[in-house]
């Protein structure tokens, strides 16, 4: 089935690390993705891990992912308040993108 | 500015009223999205076009009517809708369709958010 399911809610303090999880359903998918989406904004692609990788890292985000038990995590080292967004997780099937419902992350100064 | 604009922005309308979205793309792009997106759901597809051609209607309703003119513009026409439809819906575009992975990646705009009375 087609199935990405992510918590809805995760509230740091600024400066703190942050990590967003993710579990997907189709071990099929090539690329993993992490979409951004600020307030009154359309989704922005924000870092995509291929599935033959289990770790990413650009600059203060690090994508880890456990093939084996579908999971996929975004860590977001040193969290600012300008992070404060919903982030969806999505994987690639059959030329789609299938969307968790987005975890919303509230940065507390 | 992702090169997808939107309008309008928001738009609230009667359930007897007729409606219609505009995304308009300056991408160059070949594939074009209509997605809703509800509360605490999964972002849902509801429309693909590839080259102006409907390539995927993931069983909407017949009250929204999707016209792709050209890869540059697309509309969601909307007539007869219902409270439940309520909405922010994101037009998205990527180069071709089915995606390839990275490079071919999604571009959205900011959405259209929609309430129905």
């Known amino acids: 089935g087609e199935d990405v399911e992510q918590s809805l809610f995760l509230s740091v303090r600024e400066g703190d690390s942050s990590v967003i999880n993710c579990t997907y359903t189709d071990s099929s998918s090539t690329y993993l993705y992490w979409y951004k989406q600020e307030p009154g904004a359309g989704l922005q692609l924000l870092t995509y891990i291929f599935s033959n990788m289990d770790m990413k890292q650009d600059q203060r985000l690090t994508v880890l992912l456990n093939k084996k038990d579908k999971h996929l995590s975004l860590r977001i080292a040193d969290t600012q308040t300008g992070d404060s967004a919903i982030y969806f997780c999505?994987?690639?099937?059959?030329?789609?993108?299938?969307f968790g419902q987005g975890t919303t992350l509230q940065v507390k100064p | 500015e992702t090169g997808v604009t939107q309008t309008p922005r928001h738009l609230v309308m009667g359930m007897t009223n007729k409606k219609s979205l505009k995304c308009e793309q300056h991408l160059g792009h070949n594939a074009m999205y209509w997605y809703k997106q509800s509360a605490k759901k999964p972002l849902e597809l509801m429309f693909v076009y590839n080259f102006k051609e409907q390539t995927e209607n993931n069983s909407v309703p017949s009250r929204f009517s999707p016209e792709c003119p050209n890869s540059s513009h697309l509309f969601l026409h909307l007539h007869t809708l219902q409270p439940e439809d309520s909405a922010l819906y994101l037009c998205a575009s990527s180069q071709a369709f089915p995606l390839a992975g990275p490079p071919n990646e999604q571009f959205f705009g900011p959405g259209t958010r929609l309430t129905v009375l």
């Open positions: 999505a994987e690639s099937l059959t030329g789609k993108l299938i």
